[in-house]
Structures are given as structure tokens and as C-alpha cells.
């Protein structure tokens, strides 16, 4: 039975659009139209139209990027573009059975790269998609940053110019036509070609908009109702059209995408479902590695961390209660996260202070603490010791990680554990009985917001919530599963439930 109930979990998950929150991930907001209530509107189109600007007629150098979850990754669908119906101009980034397919147009030729390789599952995933474009006719295709196709167009030349305007959302050429379905988020355009360590460089985290050679740059954060604002440097701002369909939304992302204090940091790597067959794992070579909890199919969660890039080991900002033995790593990680997961840490500690001394390499489990704080200038909290610790390596288990720095701290006192707090309390709500008939309860520490889904991922009852104990009448829905999210301002619980 249980097996049973986790392939439904898995459909149900397929089918929801998008995560109904106050709080909003790292990755902000995303341009998303579901498919279902899409077909059952009669295919409209809906889709972005920007003005014709001159810095989008790329020449001879272009990078497009960006980050997506598509309904299905089989079928033809254009993603944006600038080019004319005669098919002599412009360009166009899309995909098309499983694999990435970009086109450029000029009256010479007409050249589609595809590869034979990479990661590119049917559905349920964000992947990055990117397509670069040089003088000497190279058209190159990367998922996740990595190079999976490339084909050399000859003569080469730069793409011809149009006065078309910039399409997001579905065929440039025709407003009606391969229309994309799912999220879309961090869309990018630059007038060079980025190499393929450029590219994995920023892929994580959000841009500022005055990057070099950046052309256009929409990551919807800031879209309302019908108005698009491109976030680059040239304002080159678009309609949505159709925007009063039931079929859109500017939703909240569950992309991997860190905010802007994650662009700051270095060595930025992630885990979420979509990065490929080890997408559970993120293994790095500067001290901090993590194992995280993230199943099949969950596409809305995801962990995104980088450091300070320093080395060594300092004393400063030490917890409240510790003494002179105390010391932690110079280097600290910062980390975004969405989902609510736990994870498995493992600290290195030669690798985390290259050519530097070290904190202590000889404890024991005991001495070796998971420092936390908010910002930069606090004092760090102590959250956990370490589950083992042997040759110069601390692990932690079961870990729920927040948008926090963390670094590892060494004392031979034992050092207090910090106490469940208001930002962590979702982790103790309480939803019972389950199974349930007609009525369940709702036990919490400060108010929520409940939102209940059936399986097909429509709402079907919502209600704002002050803490305590809450009787909640679902004898309207029916027998079956469904799954209840509740939020506050700083967090996401989310729980199946069976009405029988």
C-alpha cells in the first residue's frame, strides 16, 4: 500500500503547477502555464512579445540561456527568439525529443545542432539549457552546463539582421505554433560566446543586470498581470500576451537559483532532481560535500551552496558560551535551499584550508560542532555535533539546512545546542488523524496558512490559521489522497493525507 501512495505522491507532483507561498524561494518568481487548463482552453497563445531593439540582432557572437521545466521535453517547442517567417533571419533556442535544438537562419543556411549525449529525462525536471554561437560558424549546446552537442556552420557568417520583435514563450514566427508549456526562469542573452566554465559559473545564482555583454535578461521576479520587465541593461520590456488566461501564472520557481548573496559566493554547486543520475549528491573539492535527501521526481526541491573562498582558521564570532579552545574554519558556506529536506554533511578539513593551518584534526565526534548564523557580522549558533569524525573528517547526519552560512567549529567544551526557535517551528506541526473521514486537526505554535490539493494538484480548500488547535470539515472533498501545505512567513511543511 505504501508503495502505492508514492506513485500517487509522484502524480500528484507531476501534475502540480507551482508552490502556493508567502515566502518565496531563492530563485523568485517564474513565467508558468500549465498544461491541463492550457488544453482545456483551447491551445491559447500565450507567450512574451518585446519590441525589436538593435542590441537583439546578435551578429556574429551570441550566448542564450535559460532555466525551464517543461511539460514534456519530447515534443517540438520553441523557447525564444528574434527571426522573420521566411526563415532567413534570426535565431531561435528550443528542444525537441529529449535534446536541445537551436536554430540559426540566415539566407546561406539553416543549421540544427543535436546531440547525442547528456541528461535530458521526459518531463518532471529544471535543467538549464544554453546555446552559444562564435565567427567561426560554431554552434555549441550545453544542458547543466555541460557540452552535449556541436555543429560547424559553413560558410560562417553572422546572422542577418530583422526588425522582428523578441518572442518569449513559443515560435517567434507564429503566435500560435510550438508553444511552451511548464516554468521558465533566469532567461538570459549576450552578444559573446561564453565558454563552457563561464557558463556553469553564473548558472546558479541570479545576475545584477550590468554584467558585460549582456543584452537582455528577464527572471520575472518583479512581473505582474500583463508587464514583463527585462532586467538588463537595455529595458528592452515585453507584453504578455493572454495574460487573463487561467492557464498562466507568475508562479513561485522551484529552479535552482540563488539570490544575490549566492552570487557572491564561489565553487557554487547544487542538487536537485534533473542534474542527472547522481542528482542527490553534491561533491565538491573545497571542504564541504553534502548527501541530500531528494527523491525521484521532486522537482520542487533543491540545495545550492558556495563559500567565501578564504582558508585557515580564526576564533572570531565565536558562540556565546564557548572558551579558549575554541576554533572553526576561516572558510564558510552559504547555502539556499527549498523543499524541506534533510541532508548528510561532510566536512574535509585539510581540503576547506588549503597550504593553511588548520582547526584541530584528532577529535572526537564530540568536538566538532555545525556552526550557523544569518549574516556575515553575527555570532554563529551551534546546531549539532558531529555523528563521526575520523582523519581529519566531521560528519553530520540528518541535517535540515536553511538560507544560512554554515562552517565547522572545534571546542573541547561541550558547547550548547541551539533551541528549536520561531524559524524552525513548522518542523513540529502536527496534522491528525491520517487516515482521516471527514475532519482532521491542525496543531501549531504560530499562525499558518493550510492549502489542501487533490492529486491533480488543484486547490480544494484554503484557510488561514492561529496557532493552537484547529478542527478543519473536509467531509466535502472525497475519498482518496491529497496533500496539504502549510506556510508561515519563513517556512514550508508539506504532508500527505488520506480521506477514506
Not at 525529443?97 to 547528456?118: C, I, K, M, S
Not at 573562498?309 to 574554519?329: H, I, M, Q, V, Y
Not at 527549498?338 to 588549503?354: H, Q, R, T, W, Y
Amino acid at each position: 500500500m505504501r508503495k502505492k501512495y508514492k506513485i500517487l505522491t509522484a502524480i500528484f507532483f507531476l501534475f502540480i503547477g507551482f508552490s502556493v507561498s508567502a515566502q518565496q524561494n531563492s530563485a523568485g518568481k517564474m513565467f508558468y502555464v500549465d498544461y491541463d487548463i492550457w488544453k482545456d482552453e483551447g491551445y491559447p497563445g500565450i507567450y512574451v512579445k518585446c519590441p525589436h531593439h538593435d542590441s537583439l540582432n546578435l551578429g556574429s557572437e551570441f550566448t542564450l540561456e535559460v532555466w525551464l521545466r517543461a511539460y514534456t521535453f519530447g515534443e517540438n517547442r520553441k523557447v525564444f527568439g528574434k527571426m522573420t517567417d521566411d526563415f532567413n533571419n534570426g535565431y531561435v533556442l528550443g528542444f525537441e525529443n529529449l535534446q536541445v535544438y537551436t536554430e540559426v537562419f540566415n539566407p546561406a543556411n539553416h543549421h540544427v545542432p543535436r546531440g547525442d549525449d547528456g541528461y535530458m529525462p521526459v518531463d518532471s525536471v529544471w535543467l538549464h539549457l544554453a546555446s552559444t554561437y562564435n565567427g567561426y560558424g560554431q554552434l555549441i549546446n550545453y544542458v547543466n552546463g555541460k557540452k552535449v552537442g556541436e555543429i560547424t556552420v559553413f560558410p560562417p557568417g553572422p546572422i542577418i539582421e530583422n526588425e522582428s520583435p523578441f518572442i518569449i514563450g513559443l515560435a517567434p514566427w507564429d503566435e500560435y505554433s510550438f508553444e511552451f508549456t511548464g516554468g521558465l526562469d533566469e532567461l538570459r542573452v549576450w552578444n559573446v560566446e561564453k565558454s563552457e566554465s563561464e557558463i556553469q559559473q553564473n548558472m546558479f545564482n541570479e545576475l545584477s543586470g550590468n554584467e558585460s555583454n549582456l543584452v537582455a535578461y528577464f527572471n520575472f521576479n518583479s512581473d505582474a498581470d500583463s508587464t514583463v520587465n527585462d532586467a538588463g541593461p537595455n529595458s528592452i520590456n515585453g507584453v504578455l500576451k493572454n495574460s487573463n488566461s487561467p492557464a498562466f501564472t507568475w508562479a513561485n520557481s522551484d529552479a535552482p537559483i540563488g539570490n544575490s548573496t549566492m552570487a557572491q559566493q564561489f565553487d557554487i554547486e547544487a542538487s536537485w532532481y534533473g542534474k542527472g543520475a547522481d542528482f542527490n549528491y553534491a561533491t565538491t573539492e573545497n571542504g564541504f560535500s553534502l548527501i541530500n535527501s531528494i527523491e525521484y521526481k521532486e522537482f520542487w526541491k533543491y540545495i545550492i551552496f558556495g563559500h567565501n573562498n578564504k582558508s585557515g582558521k580564526t576564533s572570531e564570532n565565536a558562540p556565546s558560551d564557548a572558551d579558549d579552545s575554541f576554533e572553526r574554519l576561516q572558510r564558510e558556506w552559504y547555502v539556499n535551499t527549498a523543499g524541506g529536506f534533510e541532508s548528510d554533511l561532510v566536512f574535509d578539513i585539510a581540503k576547506a584550508s588549503p597550504n593553511s593551518e588548520t582547526i584541530n584534526t584528532n577529535g572526537t565526534n564530540k568536538n566538532y560542532v555545525l556552526l550557523t548564523r544569518n549574516n556575515i557580522d553575527e555570532a554563529y549558533k551551534v546546531v549539532a555535533t558531529a555523528n563521526v569524525a575520523m582523519q581529519g573528517v566531521a560528519y553530520f547526519t540528518n541535517i535540515k539546512l536553511k538560507d544560512k552560512f554554515y562552517t565547522l567549529g572545534y571546542s573541547t567544551k561541550e558547547l550548547q545546542i541551539n533551541s528549536l526557535n520561531t524559524e524552525d517551528y513548522l518542523d513540529a506541526i502536527s496534522i491528525y488523524p491520517n487516515p482521516a473521514e471527514n475532519f482532521i486537526f491542525v496543531q501549531t505554535e504560530l499562525p499558518v496558512n493550510i492549502i489542501v490539493y487533490n492529486i491533480m494538484g488543484k486547490i480544494v480548500y484554503a484557510k488561514n490559521l492561529e496557532s493552537g488547535k484547529t478542527e478543519i470539515d473536509l467531509s466535502g472533498l472525497g475519498r482518496g489522497m491529497y496533500v496539504i501545505k502549510a506556510h508561515s512567513e519563513n517556512q514550508i511543511f508539506n504532508s500527505k493525507i488520506i480521506l477514506k
